[in-house]
């Protein structure tokens, strides 16, 4: 198929899509459609993957469905029932080291801080983190799985499936959040869902019309510079 070069505009567009991305915390009460999320599902699925094994499911709820996850989550969360064993891989260093240690303490403190949290109110921390099982108030959940007998690489492919769904979500007017902390329930998202055992609950993700009056979504994080992380050779 040839390729068409981008015009200024469409490229600006582009890049506009992907800088202005950002974790939303607080939606809009606005019905979203099932036509809209599975359009944006399937520009998202030619995301690339290993020998093109598209190795990502997606559970989507909304209406009662989302409501009757979302209250057995939080209630479990409310009531101390997180998973004995966490979530089923291990995302986080333990313990954290520099430079990460610093860039999560700095967004730690800058959400809280913007939400006039202080420091050791471990009560309001944890009321701020229960909103993630409530999707922060958005109309639509997405749950992602893999296959547990999927290797290493097939989860590098993932990332560019979420990616390109927060991506195309914003180029058609909504936005996301997606949501690690719902991989310490997936004993309940399991059961909820009826899903196989077979399925690795990766994470969940909010999706709808962002509240860009609320406090939360005033938070903006900032990124290290390219030559802190990139080496440049041969130019």
Known sequence: MPRTKFTDDQRAAIEKAITGRKSVRAFLDRPVSREMVAHILEVASRAPSGTNMQPWRVHVVAGEARDKLSRAIHDSFTGGGRSPSGSEYKYYPDPFFEPFLSRRRKVGFDMYGLLGIKKGDTEAMAKQLGQNYLFFGAPVGLMFTIDRKLEIGSWLDYGYFLEAICVAARANGLETCS?????????????????????????????????????????????????????????
């Open 179 to 235: 949501q690690q902390a719902f991989a310490y329930f997936h004993s309940i998202i399991r059961e909820q869902l009826a899903m196989d055992d077979s399925e690795v609950v990766v994470c969940g993700m909010a999706m709808g019309y962002a509240d860009w009056d609320a406090t939360i979504n005033k938070l903006q994080t900032v990124r290290a510079p390219v030559d802190e992380f990139a080496t440049f050779r041969g130019f």
